[in-house]
């Protein structure tokens, strides 16, 4: 029997609050800042193994931090075996759950175990699992901006090659939404595939009249238009309307993603690497994606995401966003629209220090 040689010897954990150079807008609300908790794990034979993730508020960064740190005695000498560890911590926590901030420490150690075994074998995560890097096709977000921002921000997505744009809607009316749906197709191109995400802001009646009307506007998808985990409303939605519907960046584990397939709730599903359960859970979603023929996209987490893509059978769309290059060392690299892999060591998740030391809270 062949014994894993790696061990885990330590565990940082760091929080920082990385300014956005431009504010995210959305009907709920105006995202300015980036509140991340950074986790390094360290094996015995120095091997350093990254993972970021995202608390939304500023207010669960430091529980995060703390929840994070407490894991750290539960995997201190084991076996560097992410697969195996994610098991055993989900048993520790089966009584309490492993959704909420739970679920975002569990991810955080997933995706740093992932990042030092692929780390410590000189490869990609890609690589690592059995796959090869390919182009993915990338889309940039506009935010709750308005018509004129709105399409002033395609236009620029456009300009750098990105063949996809999703922007925020949920205005008092469709029509305003129709408008700014417009202007941006009017900026950007007729050959660039527009999607919008309502952020789960209208009752399933209004969405189903809503998407009536947004029917004739040749959306690629219409995302998360009712509550997130309300999957017989989205099925609801999916069965009225002709634009195919998007869902899956507020889905806990792999259990709530097997929910929405069973009721039908969306045509299209995005998982977020963080959310879903870290690399271990992707890799999950992708299998139960391929059984149904379901395409995947993500939510965020683009450099550890176009990998996971890159591995997914029914990959569709890579979200890119840019709020946490400030703190990568090698953000991902996004040439004529599609992922570029090129360089890549592990999960691709490295820490420019300089900054780090900056934004530290």
């Given at each position: 029997m062949h014994e894993l040689k790696s061990k885990i010897r330590a565990v940082q954990v760091r929080s920082v609050r990385v300014p956005m150079a431009h504010p995210h807008q959305t009907a709920g609300g105006t995202v300015s800042e980036s509140p991340l908790v950074l986790t390094d794990i360290t094996t015995d034979d120095g091997v350093v193994g990254h993972s970021v993730v995202f608390t939304y508020t500023p207010a669960a960064l430091k529980?995060?931090?703390?929840l994070i740190?407490?894991?750290?005695?539960l995997i201190l000498g084991e076996p560097l075996a992410p697969a195996e560890l994610e098991q055993r911590l989900a048993r520790r926590f089966r009584l309490l759950g492993t959704q909420g901030l739970v679920g975002i420490a569990l991810s955080a150690i997933d995706m740093a175990l992932w990042d030092a075994l692929a780390r410590s074998h000189g490869v990609p995560l890609v690589n690592l699992?059995?796959?090869?890097a390919k182009p993915i096709p990338a889309?940039?977000?506009?935010?709750?901006?308005?018509?004129?921002g709105s399409a002033e921000v395609a236009q620029q997505w456009a300009k750098q090659g990105f063949t996809g744009i999703k922007a925020k809607i949920g205005y008092a009316t469709?029509?305003?939404?129709?408008?700014?749906?417009?202007a941006m197709r009017k900026a950007a191109g007729d050959s660039v595939a527009i999607m919008v995400d309502y952020n789960q802001c209208l009752s399933p009646v209004e969405a189903v009249q809503r998407l009536?009307?947004?029917?004739?506007?040749?959306?690629?998808?219409?995302?998360?238009?009712?509550?997130?985990?309300?999957?017989?409303?989205?099925?609801?939605?999916?069965?009225?309307?002709?634009t195919p519907i998007q869902c899956g960046e507020n889905w806990w584990g792999t259990l709530d993603m097997q929910h929405a397939i069973d009721a039908e709730a969306c045509d299209y599903m995005m998982p977020d690497v963080m959310k879903i359960g870290g690399v271990t859970g992707w890799l999950r979603a992708a299998a139960?994606?391929?059984?149904?023929?379901?395409?995947l996209s993500n939510h965020l987490w683009p450099e550890i995401?176009?990998?996971?893509?890159?591995?997914?059978?029914?990959?569709?769309?890579?979200?890119?966003?840019?709020?946490?290059?400030?703190?990568?060392?090698?953000?991902?690299?996004?040439?004529?629209?599609?992922?570029n892999l090129e360089g890549a060591t592990g999960t691709g998740v490295a820490w420019n220090e300089s900054a780090v030391e900056r934004f530290l809270t």
């Open positions: 529980p995060t931090a703390e740190r407490n894991l750290e005695p699992l059995g796959g090869v889309y940039g977000a506009v935010g709750y901006d308005g018509v004129k469709v029509e305003e939404d129709v408008a700014v749906i417009r009536r009307v947004l029917d004739d506007e040749g959306l690629t998808w219409v995302e998360e238009p009712t509550l997130a985990h309300d999957y017989a409303g989205h099925a609801r939605v999916a069965r009225e309307a002709a139960l994606a391929q059984t149904k023929g379901i395409r995401s176009a990998q996971l893509l890159c591995l997914t059978p029914t990959a569709h769309w890579l979200e890119y966003a840019d709020w946490w290059n400030p703190i990568m060392n090698e953000p991902l690299e996004i040439r004529k629209g599609l992922t």
